[in-house]
């Protein structure tokens, strides 16, 4: 069992910066993929960016990549979301998400294991 905490969003003009955190209590957080996942209202929840276990691999939404960066401390057992050139199309719940997967690529959402309770950003113009 993984309980997930997410931690770090708020409201920020466009063009400014976050960074969400996710702290991972439970056994063997480094034997988990994570991932990160967002909805905005009325829509269906979306993947954003997903890293492997030992943190090697990454791979992002194609409308995040090189504004997004993911990251994990194994040591501190938390996952990382930097967040760059905010723009208003990035507001929405943040789901931080845990996988143990052993697969290629990365996980679908549905293969996904544990999720926290997610965390608000609201990026305004």
């Known amino acids: 069992q993984v309980q997930l905490v997410e931690s770090g969003g708020g409201l920020v003009q466009a063009g400014g910066s976050l960074r969400l955190s996710c702290a991972a209590s439970?056994?063997?957080?480094?034997?988990?993929?994570m991932g990160w996942f967002r909805q905005a209202p009325g829509k269906d929840r979306e993947f954003v960016a997903s890293?492997?276990?030992?943190?090697?691999?990454?791979y992002y939404e194609d409308s995040v990549k090189g504004r997004f960066t993911i990251s994990r401390d194994n040591a501190k057992n938390t996952v990382y979301l930097q967040m760059n050139s905010l723009k208003t199309e990035d507001t929405a719940v943040y789901y931080c998400?845990?996988?143990?997967?052993?697969?290629?690529?990365?996980?679908?959402?549905?293969?996904?294991?544990?999720w926290g309770q997610g965390t608000q950003v609201t990026v305004s113009s």
């Open positions: 998400a845990a996988a143990l997967w052993r697969g290629y690529g990365r996980p679908r959402r549905d293969e996904y294991d544990y």
């Open positions: 439970g056994r063997a957080f480094s034997n988990y993929v």
């Open positions: 890293i492997s276990r030992a943190g090697i691999s990454t």
